[in-house]
C-alpha cells in the first residue's frame, strides 16, 4: 500500500556516481545522451527529429523499430522522446513499455524519469506517477523544478494529505521554496485538499507571483466555495497593479456561482463584458449553470446567443452546459437539439439528455436515451455509471412510478455500478412512499457496510422513510447519530409524527427545534400544521399560523392555508374554514376547495359547498378528486341529479379518475393492483383467499350474533 512512508529519503546507490545525483539544472536535464551510454550523437538528433514530426500513433512506432534496428534505443534522451511521442496519443502504456526496457544504466536519467511521470498525470494515472516517483527516489534520483510540479499535481487529485505533505517537505529540502512553478502547484494541490489556511501561508511568502499564482488563489477559493476569499485575492490583485485576465474573472465566477450566490454571479458576468476583458468558454458555461439553477431561460437563451457569435459552440463542455440549462428549464427539444448537434459525445452529454427528460416527467424518453446510451458498441467506452443509472430512477420515482424505480435499482446493482448518496437517497424515499420498510432496512444495512450512514443526505432519506412507516424508535435512531443536523432532519421528524397523527409529539419536536436556534421554513410550518391538522389542535394550530407570520415572517403559501382549512373543517368549524379561504390573497386551489368539500361532507353540510361549487366547476384541473367530493356530498344528501350533473360536467372536460391502487409485499418484490386490473403473475391465489378471509369473517360474526 503507497503511503507517506515509502516517500522517506533513501542512500544514493554505489553504483551511480554521487556528483549525478545532486539538483541538475536545466541544461544537463535536457542532455542528448547519459554517461553510460554510446549512442552516435547525430543518430540521436536524427530519431529526435523525426519523433517530433510525427502525426499518427503507426508513424511513432515505425520510427521506434528502426531505433531498435539501429540499437539507438540504448539512449536515454531517445527513450525519453519515444515515452513522450506515445503519451502524445494517449497510449499510456506502450510508453511505460519503453520506460521498463531502458536499460539499467540509463535510468540516472531525470528527464527520462520526467517524461514518464508527465506521461502519466497528463492522462490520469496519479497512482502510476506516485509509485514511479517512489522508485526513482529508490534509485537515488532527486526530482527537480520539472518533477516537482507533476508529482504534486498528482497528489492533489488522490487527495492524500499525508502524500502531500511528504512531497512538499522533499521539494523544501532540495531548495525549491522559491520555485515559481513548484510554489504555484503547491497552492493548488493545497486548494484541492481544501486545506487553504496552508495554501495562503504559501501566497504570502512568495516574493514574485505570476498571473498563474494570483489565478490559483482565486480558484483555490472558488473550489472551497469561499466567494469573500476569492474577492479579496481579486481586489488585491489589481490594487497591486495587475490586471486580472479572463481566466481570473471565470474563477470569481465560479466563486460565486457554487456558493449559491446567482445574481452576484451575473452582475459580475455583466462587468466582465462591460469591462472589455474578454469572455471565453468557460465563463459562459458557469453563466449557463446559473440560468440553469435559477430557471432562467431567457437569460441562458442570451448567453447561447453569445456562444454562437463567439463561435464557441464547438466546445463539448459548452454544449454539455447548454443541454444542462435547457434540461433543467423542461426546454426538453432545445436539449434535444443541442445533443443531436454534438459531432462527439461524452457520457455527461448522454446525461445531460437523460438528465432532461427526466426532470421533465418524461420518464420513457429518460428511458430510451438511458438505453440507447446503454447498448453503445463496446469500443466507444461510454457506458451508464451512477449519474445516468440515478437520472432515470429519480424521474421514475417523481411521477409516482415506484415499482419502476426499484426495479432500475436492482438492475444497476445486478449491472455491478456502486450506488451513492443520491441514488440511495432516492429509493429511500421510494420505500417511504410503499412503507416499504423491509427492503428500507435492507438498505440501512447496505450503507453502513458502505460507510455511506454518516452522509446527511442518506441520513435525512433513513429518518423519513422510517418515519414515514411508523418506525418511531429507528428513525430516531437514525436521527440522534447524525453529527450535523439540518432542517430536512427536523422537518422530516415532525412530518413523520403528523402522518401518524401524532401531533402533541410532533409539537414537541418543533419547539426542540427552535431551542437549538434552528429556524423553520415554511416546509416545517406546512409538517406542523398538518400534524396538527390530523391530531384535531385546533388552537395550536391557530398560535402556529400567527407565529409563523407574526414572528418568523413567512408569507403563507397555498400549503399552509390547506392545512388551516381543513383542519378547522375536520373540527366542524366550517364557516371559519370557509372565511379563511375567502380571504386567502391567493385564487384557492384544488387542494384547499378539496379540503373544505371534504369537511362538509363528513358534516353534511351543504351550504359552505355550494359557495364553493362554482370554483369547483371552473377550475382547470386535469383530475377528478373535487369533482368527486361534490358528486358524493350531493349523494349523500339525496341530491341524485346534481350529483349527476358534476360527473357529467367532468366527463365533458375528459377529467379520469384516477384509480386507487393497492400493494403487497411477497417475498422482497412489491406488487400493486387496483379494481379492474388483471391480477400480476405471483399474485393468482389472492382472489380466492380474501373469499376465504371474508366467508370465515361472516362465520364469525353469525357465531358472534348468537
Not at 269 to 294: P, Q, T, Y
Not at 411 to 416: H, I, K, N, V, Y
Not at 606 to 611: K, L, P
Request: proline share 2%; glycine share 8%; with cysteine.
Amino acid at each position: 500500500m503507497l503511503n507517506a512512508a515509502s516517500l522517506r529519503f533513501v542512500s544514493v546507490p554505489s553504483r551511480f556516481p554521487p556528483k549525478y545525483f545532486t539538483s541538475p539544472s536545466f541544461s544537463q536535464t535536457q542532455s542528448r545522451t547519459c554517461q553510460f551510454c554510446n549512442t552516435d550523437n547525430e543518430l540521436v538528433d536524427f530519431f529526435d527529429h523525426l519523433l517530433k514530426q510525427c502525426r499518427t500513433v503507426q508513424q511513432s512506432q515505425q520510427i521506434h523499430t528502426q531505433i531498435v534496428v539501429t540499437s539507438a534505443h540504448q539512449s536515454a534522451f531517445l527513450d525519453s522522446r519515444l515515452v513522450t511521442a506515445y503519451a502524445r496519443f494517449g497510449f499510456v502504456m506502450d510508453a511505460r513499455k519503453v520506460f521498463d526496457a531502458t536499460p539499467v544504466e540509463c535510468l540516472g536519467n531525470l528527464l527520462l524519469w520526467n517524461s514518464i511521470l508527465r506521461a502519466n498525470v497528463t492522462h490520469g494515472y496519479y497512482q502510476n506517477a506516485v509509485e514511479l516517483y517512489v522508485k526513482m527516489r529508490n534509485l537515488g534520483v532527486l526530482g527537480d523544478g520539472f518533477t516537482f510540479p507533476l508529482i504534486i499535481r498528482a497528489c492533489a487529485f488522490m487527495g492524500s494529505s499525508n502524500l502531500s505533505w511528504s512531497i512538499h517537505s522533499h521539494a523544501l529540502q532540495m531548495g525549491l521554496q522559491n520555485h515559481l512553478h513548484v510554489v504555484n502547484e503547491l497552492m493548488g494541490m493545497y486548494g484541492k485538499l481544501g486545506r487553504m489556511v496552508e495554501a495562503r501561508q504559501l501566497f504570502d511568502r512568495m516574493g514574485v507571483r505570476s498571473h498563474l499564482s494570483w489565478n490559483v488563489m482565486v480558484s483555490n477559493y472558488a473550489l472551497n466555495y469561499d466567494p469573500v476569499g476569492a474577492s479579496e485575492i481579486f481586489r488585491q490583485m489589481k490594487l497591486e497593479g495587475l490586471l486580472p485576465n479572463t481566466v481570473t474573472w471565470t474563477s470569481l465566477l465560479s466563486s460565486h456561482a457554487r456558493s449559491g450566490q446567482y445574481e452576484e454571479t451575473i452582475e459580475l458576468f455583466v462587468k466582465m463584458r462591460v469591462g472589455g476583458f474578454g469572455i471565453n468558454a468557460e465563463a459562459l458555461a458557469v453563466v449557463l449553470s446559473v440560468c440553469a439553477d435559477l430557471a432562467a431561460v431567457d437569460g441562458g437563451r442570451m448567453v447561447h446567443g453569445y456562444i454562437v457569435k463567439g463561435g464557441y459552440e464547438d466546445y463539448l463542455f459548452v454544449k454539455n452546459a447548454l443541454i444542462c440549462m435547457y434540461g433543467k428549464n423542461e426546454q426538453v427539444k432545445d436539449a434535444q437539439k443541442m445533443f443531436l448537434l454534438a459531432d462527439t459525445k461524452n457520457l455527461v452529454t448522454w446525461n445531460a439528455l437523460i438528465s432532461a427528460y427526466a426532470e421533465s416527467g418524461l420518464c420513457d424518453e429518460a428511458f430510451a436515451v438511458f438505453s440507447e446510451l446503454h447498448n453503445l458498441d463496446d469500443h466507444l467506452m461510454v457506458r451508464p455509471n451512477v449519474i445516468s443509472w440515478s437520472a432515470v430512477i429519480g424521474g421514475c420515482a417523481s411521477k409516482g412510478r415506484n415499482e419502476d424505480s426499484l426495479e432500475l435499482f436492482r438492475r444497476m446493482q445486478l449491472a455491478e455500478v456502486m450506488a451513492n448518496s443520491v441514488t440511495i437517497s432516492i429509493i429511500l424515499s421510494v420505500c417511504a412512499e410503499l412503507a416499504a420498510v423491509n427492503l428500507g432496512r435492507e438498505i440501512h444495512g447496505h450503507m453502513v457496510r458502505a460507510l455511506m450512514d454518516s452522509n446527511i443526505l442518506v441520513g435525512n432519506g433513513l429518518i423519513n422513510m422510517y418515519m414515514k412507516s411508523g418506525s418511531f424508535k429507528q428513525g430516531h435512531m437514525v436521527f440522534d447519530k447524525i453529527d450535523s443536523r439540518d432542517l430536512i432532519s427536523w422537518n422530516s421528524i415532525i412530518a413523520g409524527y403528523g402522518i401518524h397523527g401524532l401531533g402533541e409529539n410532533a409539537l414537541r419536536t418543533f419547539d426542540q427545534m427552535i431551542v437549538t436556534g434552528l429556524q423553520p421554513d415554511n416546509v416545517t410550518f406546512v409538517a406542523v400544521l398538518s400534524a396538527c391538522s390530523h391530531a384535531g389542535l385546533v388552537s395550536e394550530a391557530r398560535k402556529l399560523f400567527d407565529v409563523m407570520v407574526g414572528e418568523f415572517r413567512i408569507e403563507p403559501q397555498m400549503e399552509h392555508y390547506a392545512c388551516m382549512v381543513d383542519l378547522l373543517g375536520r373540527a366542524g368549524l366550517l364557516q371559519e374554514a370557509s372565511n379563511i379561504m375567502k380571504n386567502m390573497p391567493m385564487e384557492p386551489n384544488e387542494c384547499v376547495l378539496g379540503a373544505l368539500l371534504n369537511s362538509c361532507r363528513i358534516h353534511k353540510y351543504t351550504e359552505v359547498a355550494e359557495e364553493t361549487a362554482s370554483h369547483i366547476l371552473t377550475l382547470d384541473s386535469e383530475t377528478t378528486g373535487s369533482y368527486m367530493l361534490l358528486s358524493n356530498l350531493y349523494a349523500a344528501c339525496g341530491r341524485w341529479k346534481d350529483s349527476a350533473r358534476v360527473r357529467v360536467s367532468a366527463k365533458a372536460k375528459g377529467l379520469k379518475k384516477t384509480p386507487g391502487q393497492s400493494w403487497i409485499e411477497v417475498k422482497k418484490k412489491v406488487y400493486t393492483f387496483s379494481a379492474g386490473k388483471v391480477v400480476q403473475p405471483g399474485l393468482d391465489e389472492v382472489p380466492e383467499i380474501v373469499k376465504e378471509l371474508a366467508l370465515q369473517m361472516e362465520s364469525e360474526e353469525t357465531e358472534h350474533c348468537i
